[in-house]
């Protein structure tokens, strides 16, 4: 077992504040965004058992290799964590077909190790959550940017949970969270009739899809990535059908990165 638990607390108490925070959601801006956030050295740590993880699970030497080149320092581990907190992939994926590895393994790697950092930091922002119902009513999380892994069905409410840090947030309207489509060419389906509470909602103008889980109460945050693969299925579906889901949100288009993060 992987525990990344120790000295997260300390990062995060502080690091945002409401007037930082409701800024940033008025401009359409998570709130890490060109943030400073320190990495502690027990998360680190851990990138090295991820990797021997990945590779006992299928990754193989590919994982093996980008162990070794965090062992030596050819991959920083610091500079890692940062620039996928930072959600910046283009960095990574740059940097990786550099060194001459798979983009999406260094990423996935990078996003497994900071994910624990970047979940007790969307605490912060859950505590001010009047202000994001305020504030807030887009398909990326306020918090760190990334799209919703499923949409919770929870009763009547429906609830966004964040792929990345695990974050609950709404949408005023049902619409697509990716492109704000609400007309006919916006549909729900069930793909197995026998699993009605298991669905996904297709845009068929930016060809988008999520997936809609009925749940009894919120999925915890290590079970989130749990529960989307064990929905797999849906994905596969959607996929099949030409619907995908997209890159990260371009918040370049709102304001620029202030550093390499």
């Known amino acids: 077992m992987i525990d990344a638990s120790t000295d997260l607390q300390e990062v995060a108490d502080g690091t945002l504040t409401a007037e930082s925070m409701s800024d940033k959601w008025s401009r359409g801006l998570p709130a890490l965004r060109n943030e400073v956030i320190p990495i502690p050295p027990g998360l680190k740590a851990i990138l090295l058992p991820i990797c021997t993880a ?26 890692l964590l940062s620039v996928s907190l930072a959600r910046n992939q283009k960095a990574i994926r740059t940097s990786a077909l ?16 900071s994910a624990p950092l970047a979940h007790r930091l969307s605490g912060t922002i859950d ?27 929870l009763g009547t409410a429906r609830t966004l949970r964040c792929s990345y840090c695990a974050l609950e947030w709404t949408m005023k309207s049902h619409r697509c969270v990716y492109c704000g489509n609400a007309d006919d060419d916006f549909v729900a389906a069930a793909p197995d009739v026998s699993e009605p509470q298991r669905r996904v909602e297709l845009c068929g103008r930016c060809s988008g899809y999520t997936k809609v889980i009925e749940a009894q109460e919120p999925t915890p945050f290590p079970l989130l990535a749990i529960a989307d693969l064990a929905t797999i299925v849906l994905d596969q579906g959607a996929m099949d059908r030409g619907y995908r889901r997209p890159e990260l949100f371009d918040l370049d288009a709102i304001e620029p990165r202030t550093s390499t993060c």
């Open 54 to 79: 990945l590779a006992e699970c299928g990754a193989g030497e590919s994982a093996l290799h980008i162990r070794d080149a965090i062992t030596a320092q050819g991959i920083d581990a610091d500079s």
């Open 127 to 153: 505590d001010r959550r009047t202000m994001i119902d305020d504030l807030w009513d887009r398909g990326y999380c306020p918090c760190c940017g990334s799209w919703p892994a499923f949409i919770e069905s």
């Open 98 to 113: 550099h060194m001459g590895f798979s983009p999406d393994l260094v990423w996935l790697i990078g996003e497994l190790g």
